[in-house]
């Protein structure tokens, strides 16, 4: 048994890999609204395979964000061997934004349930994770300012992808520059300067507040 | 004629006053969803004056956010004869999200087709204005750095109010800690900091930018 269950699997995992790679292309070539009959006949697989894997076309949707969001984890991860930490920072958070303008129909299909979906919440934990290990190595070096965490600079990202998004058809260069205000933002301030207000944000503390909003959702809903 | 006039206008003006105080009241106490046939009640008036004023809730609503951003202008026209022209500006900038968060419901109704009702696009006008006004009276004064316009304020200010609307039953002091980033991020820079890419975008682009968005909105709607 044991024997024949690997090419089982490998079989599996070559067509669910068959239809993701349809699924991106074709999302590519026309938009979100391509059907999921003609995603399974560009992938050669049968509805029922595809359905296997990806219930609804958000499901299948969430498995490329969480890919994207996959590749993004693993760039963070090289850079954090990168010869200067507060390049190395800034170099993550531009490529995060980039990614997510390039796939911002992907990602905004997403948006309203992004972390109710656990594939999607387990990568949204590892971008903080690696986040957080390059923020601090940049602090160390004196790079970045020592009262802001992870969680804070994803916030700022968050500004940057929406306000980028917002202009992309007029201003493609709006990312760049605001991305440039957040590095003016972490420089660490001349001595003088006060202290930030509060305390860093955590991940626990945005899951609690996507939860939140869920149940409010879901009572608005109900009332 | 012109002696009958004025009383029928004030007295027009009286019932449009009554209802927007009525709606403000009902939307305070329980939320959007108040009916108008109970506004017009509460308001003393038949439901014949109301949507001869505002022929759709939305309507009713927008004209609410308006006197919300009129009051924001004009906190912003009195802190300009402030003595300190920094302090006078992250005042505004403090008291606009302020403003922004204690309506954010109101806000949020209107944000899809905000540009769209032409008293809020004379408004959203005039709040660029003296934010451009307090701006450059900060950066004559050395607060603020000289590269930076009203325009680019303002995306670090959506971003500061979406994340303390994330945020607002977990932690209500992220507005504070955001805004001293966006204090840092427009602080003058020391000397060999790298000048911001790109050029400040202008009232204008935002314009532009909102009439690609309904085009596209609609085009979709259409396809």
Not at 14 to 26: C, G, K, M, S
Not at 78 to 86: I, K, Q, R, V
Not at 160 to 181: E, K, M, N, Y
Request: aromatic residues 4%.
């Amino acid at each position: 048994m044991a024997t024949d269950e690997k090419p089982l699997r490998a079989d599996a995992e070559r067509n669910r890999r068959r239809v993701l790679d349809a699924a991106q292309a074709l999302f590519g070539e026309r938009g979100l609204d391509v059907g999921v009959g003609e995603i399974a006949q560009r992938a050669g697989v049968g509805r029922g395979t595809l359905f296997r894997n990806f219930p609804t076309k958000e499901h299948l949707i969430a498995a490329i964000v969480v890919e994207r969001m996959n590749e993004a984890i693993a760039r963070g991860r090289e850079l954090l061997a990168a010869d200067d930490p507060g390049v190395a920072l800034y170099d993550f958070l531009e490529d995060t934004v980039g990614r997510q303008q390039a796939d911002r129909a992907l990602f905004e299909a997403v948006e309203e349930t992004f972390l109710a979906n656990p594939g999607i919440r387990a990568a949204h934990a590892e971008v903080i994770e690696v986040l957080d290990a390059l923020l601090e190595r940049a602090q160390r070096a004196g790079a970045v300012r020592t009262d802001v965490g992870a969680v804070d600079v994803l916030m700022l990202l968050k500004g940057v992808c929406q306000a980028a998004t917002a202009f992309s058809h007029i201003d493609p260069g709006i990312a760049a520059r605001q991305l440039d205000l957040v590095h003016a933002a972490l420089t660490p301030p001349s001595g003088n300067a006060q202290a930030l207000r509060g305390r860093a944000p955590t991940l626990n503390d945005i899951e609690r507040a996507f939860e939140v909003d869920e149940t409010l959702g879901a009572a608005a809903e109900l009332g």
